[in-house]
């Protein structure tokens, strides 16, 4: 299949990093695609929104928690064919947000050092960018 902008799927993602240097990771739950599968959290970028208002606005959806701009530095990202549409997913890095995490969505979430990154099932677009977060931090 041919890579044209109408099959490209922008999506954001955030490594939340807490003050041990751990990274966050959330479970796709269950009747979702890929479910049970450990990922950075994060989401689709919605048209008019910039990729950090999309990534804002999904972790105060899915995890409770306020985050400002200014606070998300931008570090690596994946590009990854899957069967039916490319993804395209800047990777951003966050270590400071207010609230506490509290998954909104149903799903699991646990705080890994990124060298435990690589022991976890991910999708594919994920699996690349441990390396970088893992040089990074």
Not at 37 to 65: C, D, Y
Request: with cysteine; aromatic share 6%.
């Amino acid at each position: 299949m041919p890579i044209t902008a109408a099959n490209i799927t922008l999506v954001v993602a955030c490594a939340l990093v807490d003050g041990d240097g751990r990274v966050l990771v959330a479970e796709r739950p269950a009747g979702k695609a890929m479910a049970g599968l450990w990922e950075f959290p994060g989401g689709k970028v919605e048209a008019g929104e910039t990729p950090e208002a999309a990534l804002t606005r999904e972790l105060k959806e899915e995890l409770s928690i306020d985050v400002t701009q200014a606070c998300l530095a931008p570090l690596s990202f994946a590009s990854h064919a899957y069967d039916d549409f490319h993804l395209l997913m800047p990777l951003y890095v966050c270590r400071k947000w207010g609230g506490q995490v509290a998954p909104r969505e149903g799903q699991k979430t646990q705080w890994k050092r990124p060298r435990e990154l690589f022991e976890l099932p991910m999708p594919p677009a994920d699996k690349p960018l441990i390396a970088a977060l893992r040089d990074a931090l």
